[in-house]
């Protein structure tokens, strides 16, 4: 049993770190459009009236404590996996129940961590093999007073390679006395780092970087491309 108290904290300030999502999920106009979260609920209240459809666009907002919603362009990269997280779709920071947005410090590792989630995903559904989904990269910034769980040794049970019940427990109790986020060493890539905020005012400037592809081959991720330059790249295994 990790011992919570124990855990100290560090401040991590990256800019132009990166995050990896499908292309698949669009700009949530709420969030995008008015700058001022302070304006949602009224003009939510309004627009309901006639667009019922509303709230499954924008999710749970009330996730969110109002104080700590971003708005502007680019917001809804922040806010879209907290107002839409689902104990369908846990990850290891959370069980589903509250929302983390995960920020890696480089584009490699970025691309370790949602190779390894595509594989996977791709293996179980036994998908033919060819080039899948798109992804695209945003380039943002993270700062956060992290919890910080980079030594190995003690926090072993938090950083196993698949088994997300401590990292989950660990986080929703860290969560409930007020921590803004976690520091951990990538489990996919070499001397890589990542946070996992638990809100996202605690990070800032995101825009978009490149489209990219994945080409799976029947059981692992072999290639990634870059759409607009054509460039094809090779993942070693």
Known sequence: MIDRLAIAKIHVKWIGARRIIRSAY?????????????????????????????????????????ERRVGGPGASYLMAPFTHCSPDRPSRFTAGHFGVLYIADRFETALSETIHHHQRFMARTAEPPGWTSQ??????????????????????????????????????????????????????QAEG????LFYPDRAANPIHGRHLDYHWNGSRVDFYREPATRAVFRITP
Not at 35 to 53: F, I, V, Y
Not at 136 to 151: C, F, K, P, S
Not at 193 to 196: D, Q, R, S
Request: hydrophobic share 40%; proline share 8%; with cysteine.
């Open 26 to 66: 669009p700009p949530i106009d709420l969030f995008e459009d008015i700058a001022d979260p302070a304006d949602w609920p009224l003009l939510m209240s309004a627009e309901q009236k006639t667009n019922p459809r509303l709230m499954e666009t924008i999710g749970a907002l009330d996730q969110i404590p109002p």
């Open 135 to 188: 992804f695209r990269e945003i380039i943002v910034d993270a700062d956060v007073d992290a919890h910080d769980l980079r030594d190995e040794t003690t926090y072993a049970d938090a950083l196993r390679l698949d088994d997300y019940s401590e990292s989950q427990q660990l986080a929703a109790d860290l969560r409930a006395t007020q921590s803004d986020g976690l520091l951990y060493p990538s489990r996919r």
């Open 193 to 196: 780092e990542c946070v996992a």
